[in-house]
């Protein structure tokens, strides 16, 4: 399965075989069943996760005791708290196996120490946070500029894979509605 981080790797950077062993040593392959917590509310944030096989969600718990999903990352994405992992802190979010999953988990020492020993690494990491961060400002984007019903049909153009893999409720989570609304929009297509 290394093959895939491998595979990934190369997209941004070039990796020969010494190099790829050399990183493989800074991560621990996590193997985790679906709606396994890998994070919970208030624990410290140690892990930063690259999703080999399946699929995971961040998400937390508003006021109301309604889990609110932020973010999914299948194959070949990555997911953690960035704030409570950069500083070491508390987090505010769970993370949570939404399939069977493979991950691969590196704390925050190990990733430092990664960047240092091999620098090629610290330019696949900006590719990944300018790619995550554009990612994020657009999903802002459609929040305000897009109907629910617009954002649920762009969101289903764009990203079929979820639609077919994730449950209907954490669609309807992630894309701020409840699934009784989803199931409505549904509908309304099928019409």
């Known amino acids: 399965m290394s093959e895939i981080f491998r595979d990934h790797l190369q ?21 985790v069943k679906r709606k396994t917590d890998l994070l919970k509310e208030g ?12 699929c995971l969600r961040k998400f937390f718990v508003n006021e109301k005791g309604i889990e609110q999903t932020t973010e ?6 990555w997911l953690t708290d960035n704030i409570a992992f950069e500083h070491s802190q508390p987090t505010q979010f769970h993370i949570q196996a939404v399939e069977d999953s493979v991950v691969l988990a590196i704390d925050r020492a190990s990733q430092e120490k990664l960047l240092t020993q091999i620098p090629a690494m610290e330019r696949y990491f900006r590719f990944i946070y300018q790619r995550a961060f554009a990612a994020a400002q657009m ?4 929040l305000y500029d897009l109907s629910k019903e617009e954002y649920y049909h762009h969101f289903n ?3 079929p894979e ?10 309807a989570s992630y894309l701020g ?15």
């Not at 999903?139 to 459609?142: F, L, S, V």
Request: aromatic share 20%; glycine share 2%.
């Open 43 to 54: 624990q410290l944030c140690k892990f930063h996760y690259f999703v080999l096989n399946g």
């Open 11 to 31: 997209k941004f950077i070039e990796v020969d075989d010494e190099a790829f062993t050399d990183i493989m040593n800074f991560f621990t392959t996590v193997t």
């Open 157 to 159: 153009r764009h990203h």
């Open 177 to 191: 509605f409840t699934p009784e609304y989803l199931s409505e929009i549904k509908k309304k297509k099928l019409s």
């Open 72 to 77: 999914f990352a299948i194959e070949t994405w």
């Open 139 to 142: 999903r802002i984007k459609y």
């Open 162 to 171: 979820f639609i077919q893999r994730v449950p209907q409720y954490l669609i």
